[in-house]
């Protein structure tokens, strides 16, 4: 055996990582890298001529108003949500790991939001809150409380807590078999130890089980967060890539979109490739920031069984 | 105590079985509304119709080309789930003994692709496919799903093929079997839960992913069913029965597969969350 061929034997594993590894750099590294490469230039999408432009897209950016509010819509939504999965999604989450009958059945309903695509339920929310075919309205009015009907979606103040509604709707899921994979590793013993110390219902899960739950409050922070500065298909269902009605559903995934390739209300001129590259790689630093100190500092607090 | 507890376990299944109506209420009614005539949606906004229309789904499959679209969306999901899951495991295989300063390195690379958002790629993917000539094909979204679908399916399957006792490997070495022969014939066949795992979830996806193909599907006759159906929406943004029959249409697959197969669908998504 020649020193070669011992040498491919030795590494022969590795070569089974050869197929894959192509795909990996042409459709998702190298796409990255020149994500970066095109953030500091110039350049509209078409031909050739791009022009070295430095730090002025990201300076321009973070100077325009557009980009705080989308990004404050971003961190709204996302604070929302986080609400919604820490308590009802945790309170569900007790709720079935009691074990009731038809427990399949309940988690099989509640967790089914998650697998539907975010058009079919931008399109099952639009069916609910539409001003034109929407069905609360009419219920509304027809229960006598007609006063509180909206236009939901068109509203200036209705309209972002209605995609948050939506979003959440989607995501509950999550939270639920998230925070139920966490207690199953809640030993029984120490809540009964708790409870023979006297310590009341809740007590016992604010002293007890919620502490043993922080692991799975860090991860579903942290997939929220992800999930969240990501959000673009439910506000493009919704409201649109302009994020009506006048940009109070803006989000950064929208802003992005509309920047590379337009949208009603936006003329060709205003399409500017490099700058909505910009914007995206402000989205992932950010990202990658928040993410590294969420589960930095959320890791800390994680106690062990 | 006794009636406590029944008081308990009472308000538990009053509190799930109300959790449960929001989830289904709203989409029993567009399943409702997929039947309903556009008067009938203004003549009884949340009644049943007056009479069903069948003829929204007729439609729904010539009209807005939900033959089409549903035709892409399986070759694209199908291809890409399968391509991607294969060289996953082949991946995971090559890496398994990680003790190899260059598998290790490998590895992290792989999985650090979860942390690419989609939003930074889609751009000069845009420009690279373009370059490629694969604008207006259906490769355009088969060739990025299958490499966005291996983080996931590395993270989930090297652990998987590290547990696996060396002897299995040895044995088929000692009966002469080469190294592809014995991931195919050994290897392969054991992993199966974490295939199907790793296909769920991917699979999933790849069948709701709406903004990919809102960028990369050029051609209409290239778009997948969310994107179709949207598109639809832009052109005849009246004709509501028809488009909540494409959504019932463009749901109803994974919606079934969920039901035959719920415990293993919770089960291959919250590992994916916990672990992503």
């Given at each position: 055996?020649?020193?070669?061929?011992r040498?491919?034997r030795?590494y022969g594993?590795?070569?089974?990582?050869?197929p894959?590894?192509?795909?990996?750099?042409?459709?998702?590294v190298y796409?990255?890298?020149?994500?970066f490469?095109?953030?500091?230039?110039?350049?509209?999408g078409?031909?050739?001529?791009s022009?070295?432009?430095?730090?002025?897209?990201?300076?321009?950016?973070?100077?325009?108003?557009?980009f705080?509010r989308?990004?404050?819509?971003?961190?709204?939504i996302?604070?929302?949500?986080?609400?919604v999965?820490?308590?009802?999604?945790?309170?569900?989450?007790?709720?079935?790991?009691?074990?009731?009958?038809f427990?399949?059945v309940y988690?099989?309903?509640?967790?089914?939001?998650v697998?539907?695509?975010?058009?079919?339920t931008?399109?099952?929310?639009?069916?609910?809150?539409s001003?034109?075919?929407?069905?609360?309205?009419?219920?509304?009015?027809?229960?006598?409380l007609?006063?509180?009907?909206q236009?939901?979606?068109n509203?200036i103040?209705?309209?972002?807590p209605?995609v948050?509604?939506?979003?959440?709707?989607n995501?509950?899921?999550?939270?639920?078999?998230?925070?139920?994979?966490?207690?199953?590793?809640?030993?029984?013993e120490?809540?009964?130890?708790?409870?023979?110390?006297?310590?009341?219902g809740w007590?016992?899960?604010?002293?007890v089980?919620?502490?043993l739950?922080?692991?799975?409050?860090?991860?579903?922070?942290v997939?929220?967060?992800i999930?969240n500065?990501r959000?673009?298909?439910?506000?493009?269902?919704?409201?649109?890539?302009?994020?009506?009605?006048a940009?109070?559903?803006?989000?950064?995934?929208?802003?992005?979109?509309?920047?590379?390739?337009g949208?009603a209300?936006?003329?060709?001129?205003?399409?500017?490739?490099s700058?909505a590259?910009a914007?995206?790689?402000?989205?992932f630093?950010f990202?990658?920031?928040c993410s590294?100190?969420?589960?930095?500092?959320?890791?800390?607090?994680?106690?062990?069984? | 105590?006794?009636?406590?507890?029944?008081?308990?376990?009472?308000?538990r299944?009053?509190?799930?079985c109300?959790?449960?109506?929001v989830?289904?209420?709203?989409?029993?009614?567009?399943?409702?509304?997929?039947?309903k005539?556009?008067?009938d949606?203004?003549?009884?906004?949340?009644?049943?119709?007056?009479?069903?229309?069948?003829?929204?789904?007729?439609?729904?499959?010539?009209?807005?080309?939900?033959?089409?679209t549903?035709?892409?969306?399986i070759?694209?999901?199908?291809?890409?789930?399968?391509?991607?899951?294969?060289?996953?495991?082949l991946?995971?295989y090559g890496?398994?003994r990680?003790e190899?300063?260059?598998?290790m390195f490998?590895?992290?690379?792989?999985?650090?692709?979860?942390l690419?958002p989609?939003?930074?790629?889609?751009?000069?993917?845009?420009v690279?496919?373009?370059?490629?000539?694969?604008?207006?094909?259906?490769?355009?979204?088969i060739?990025?799903?299958?490499?966005?679908g291996?983080?996931?399916?590395?993270?989930?399957l090297?652990?998987?093929?590290?547990?696996?006792?060396?002897?299995l490997?040895d044995?088929?070495?000692i009966?002469?079997?080469?190294?592809l022969q014995?991931?195919?014939?050994?290897?392969?066949?054991?992993l199966?839960p974490?295939?199907?795992s790793?296909?769920?979830?991917?699979?999933?996806?790849m069948w709701?992913?709406?903004?990919?193909?809102?960028?990369?599907a050029?051609?209409a006759d290239?778009?997948?069913?969310?994107?179709?159906i949207?598109?639809?929406?832009?052109?005849?943004?009246?004709e509501?029965?028809?488009?909540f029959?494409?959504?019932?249409?463009?749901?109803a697959?994974v919606?079934?597969a969920?039901?035959?197969?719920?415990?293993?669908?919770?089960?291959?998504?919250?590992?994916?969350?916990?672990k992503?």
């Amino acid at each position: 055996m020649t020193a070669l061929q011992r040498r491919l034997r030795q590494y022969g594993h590795l070569w089974f990582t050869l197929p894959g590894l192509v795909f990996f750099s042409v459709f998702l590294v190298y796409p990255m890298l020149t994500a970066f490469r095109l953030s500091v230039v110039d350049w509209n999408g078409l031909g050739n001529e791009s022009r070295f432009v430095g730090l002025d897209n990201f300076r321009e950016a973070l100077t325009s108003v557009t980009f705080y509010r989308a990004a404050w819509h971003n961190i709204v939504i996302f604070l929302a949500i986080l609400v919604v999965q820490h308590t009802i999604g945790l309170f569900l989450a007790v709720q079935l790991n009691a074990r009731p009958r038809f427990m399949e059945v309940y988690r099989t309903i509640l967790f089914l939001p998650v697998i539907l695509s975010l058009v079919a339920t931008g399109f099952i929310w639009t069916l609910i809150l539409s001003p034109n075919i929407g069905i609360l309205n009419p219920f509304l009015s027809d229960i006598g409380l007609g006063f509180l009907a909206q236009p939901w979606l068109n509203d200036i103040t209705w309209a972002l807590p209605s995609v948050i509604v939506v979003q959440a709707w989607n995501h509950l899921g999550w939270a639920i078999v998230i925070y139920m994979s966490g207690l199953q590793n809640v030993p029984r013993e120490l809540r009964e130890a708790a409870q023979i110390d006297g310590a009341n219902g809740w007590q016992r899960f604010w002293n007890v089980t919620f502490p043993l739950l922080s692991p799975a409050f860090t991860s579903l922070t942290v997939i929220t967060f992800i999930q969240n500065i990501r959000v673009f298909d439910v506000v493009y269902v919704l409201t649109g890539p302009i994020g009506s009605p006048a940009g109070r559903t803006d989000v950064l995934g929208t802003l992005v979109y509309r920047m590379a390739f337009g949208a009603a209300g936006v003329t060709s001129a205003d399409i500017r490739f490099s700058y909505a590259i910009a914007i995206a790689v402000l989205i992932f630093i950010f990202m990658l920031i928040c993410s590294t100190g969420l589960l930095y500092g959320l890791r800390r607090r994680e106690v062990e069984a | 105590m006794k009636l406590r507890r029944a008081v308990e376990v009472g308000v538990r299944h009053f509190v799930l079985c109300a959790a449960s109506l929001v989830v289904l209420v709203p989409i029993a009614y567009v399943v409702i509304a997929s039947f309903k005539t556009i008067p009938d949606f203004f003549a009884n906004p949340y009644g049943l119709p007056e009479e069903w229309a069948w003829q929204n789904y007729v439609s729904a499959w010539r009209d807005a080309r939900i033959s089409i679209t549903l035709t892409n969306s399986i070759i694209v999901t199908a291809t890409a789930v399968s391509v991607s899951t294969f060289l996953a495991a082949l991946i995971s295989y090559g890496l398994s003994r990680r003790e190899r300063p260059l598998a290790m390195f490998l590895y992290t690379f792989f999985v650090s692709g979860l942390l690419i958002p989609v939003q930074m790629i889609i751009l000069p993917l845009f420009v690279l496919l373009r370059q490629f000539g694969l604008l207006g094909t259906l490769f355009a979204l088969i060739c990025p799903y299958i490499a966005m679908g291996l983080p996931l399916g590395v993270l989930i399957l090297t652990p998987l093929i590290a547990t696996l006792p060396r002897d299995l490997s040895d044995a088929g070495r000692i009966d002469g079997a080469s190294e592809l022969q014995i991931f195919l014939h050994i290897i392969l066949p054991v992993l199966r839960p974490g295939l199907a795992s790793v296909v769920i979830l991917n699979g999933v996806w790849m069948w709701n992913e709406f903004f990919i193909p809102l960028v990369l599907a050029l051609k209409a006759d290239t778009q997948t069913l969310p994107v179709g159906i949207m598109s639809f929406v832009g052109t005849y943004n009246t004709e509501w029965g028809l488009i909540f029959a494409s959504v019932v249409i463009a749901t109803a697959p994974v919606v079934i597969a969920y039901i035959l197969m719920s415990r293993q669908f919770v089960a291959g998504l919250t590992a994916g969350a916990v672990k992503g």
